[in-house]
């Protein structure tokens, strides 16, 4: 028996995803939004994405545990054995408390019961939060995680400013439950910032940057998403493939020994540019964002959830969960599925 078959490690045990009810289509929100017919979809290649009814039954947090619950049947277990759960998303429920709280009491856990912590680098993290996870398991913090990523992108984009940035998100949440295994988890994880870009992706109103008490018609200006493409494209075309070769480098993978992709959904160009980049197969990674569009923090591990559902994620494969962030940050985690 191999080191790696014998050595104990962090590994997604548990997984699930869940949707607000109603399929919103593309040309459904050019009708609402007086857009030319066709346009949203050749802008951005989102045909369908998923809306919350955020003021009734689906709120984030609602969205959040229908995931956890998901995952925690996934992988056996009770929300009474968590040890410490992590809210995982670029937006919270609000600003103060942080989220994770809600996801203990939504569970039916006692005060006192486990840790919980909220984690924000936007896009990814969910692999922050499996990277924080690993930690507290392999250092015996913590016997079980569960890391939930809910995003609500709908209640703040720009529709009358930017409709081709605002048709690429959806919403939706996912769900993994963090356990230590035998002979399969997490092989390493990489994180680099790029700080020169932090403005090219951004929703400026919400913090102390931005507050409602000093103008309250500009705060609600900025209250809106904010992104300009070209210069994130440029940044990740000229330095991402280099992060992760490094990274790939040092846990001792070639590409052509990664067996299946599971890259941030930011949109099907994105995909598409990946996909040309690093010489893989449609079938080697997963692309649902032209039907659920950008779940922002969601999108990770509801694609994962997907692609272990659908199989395409199998038993000893070897994965590569990759993608980029606002701020900008690049992420990548490899683990033995």
């Known amino acids: 028996m191999n080191a790696q078959a014998q050595q104990q490690t962090a590994a997604i045990t548990g997984w699930g995803h869940a949707l607000p009810a109603a399929l919103v289509t593309s040309e459904m929100l050019e009708k609402t939004y007086g ?17 919350a009814d955020r003021l009734g039954p689906e709120t984030q947090v609602e969205l959040g545990l229908r995931a956890a619950r998901a995952a925690l049947e996934c992988a056996d277990v009770g929300a009474d054995g968590l040890d410490l759960i992590i809210a995982a998303s670029a937006v919270p429920y609000q600003l103060i408390p942080s989220t994770a709280p809600l996801y203990q009491r939504g569970l039916g856990l ?10 924000n680098t936007t896009c990814l993290s969910a692999l922050s939060a499996l990277d924080i996870a690993a930690s507290f398991l392999e250092t015996g913090r913590a016997r079980r995680v569960l890391i939930v990523s809910s995003e609500l992108a709908s209640c703040a984009l720009p529709w009358k400013t930017a409709p081709e940035v605002a048709a690429l998100f959806g919403d939706g949440a996912g769900a993994w439950v963090v356990e230590m295994a035998q002979g399969r988890g997490l092989v390493g994880a990489a994180f680099e910032s790029f700080p020169s870009a932090y403005e090219a992706c951004q929703l400026p109103a919400g ?10 018609a500009y705060f609600l200006e900025q209250a809106f998403f904010q992104m300009t493409g070209d210069a994130l494209f440029k940044l990740v075309r000229s330095q ?25 959904q930011a949109s099907p160009l994105s995909l598409l540019h990946m996909a040309r980049a690093f010489d893989v197969r449609s079938d080697r990674f997963i692309d649902i964002s032209r039907t659920h569009g950008n779940q922002i923090a969601a999108s990770i591990p509801s694609a994962f959830s997907h692609a272990r559902q659908a199989g395409q994620i199998k038993e000893g494969s070897r994965v590569l969960m990759l993608g980029t962030s606002a701020g900008v940050q690049f992420g990548a985690v490899a683990l033995i599925a």
């Open 110 to 119: 006692p005060d006192g019961a486990c840790q919980v912590l909220d984690v």
């Open 207 to 216: 913090g102390t940057h931005n507050s409602p008490h000093d103008d309250s």
């Open 35 to 51: 857009l030319k017919a066709g346009s949203l979809a050749k802008a951005t290649g989102v045909k369908t994405r998923f809306i």
């Open 240 to 264: 991402f493939s280099a992060f992760l070769d490094r990274f790939l480098d040092k846990i001792g993978w070639g590409r052509e020994e990664v067996d299946f992709y599971v890259p941030h």
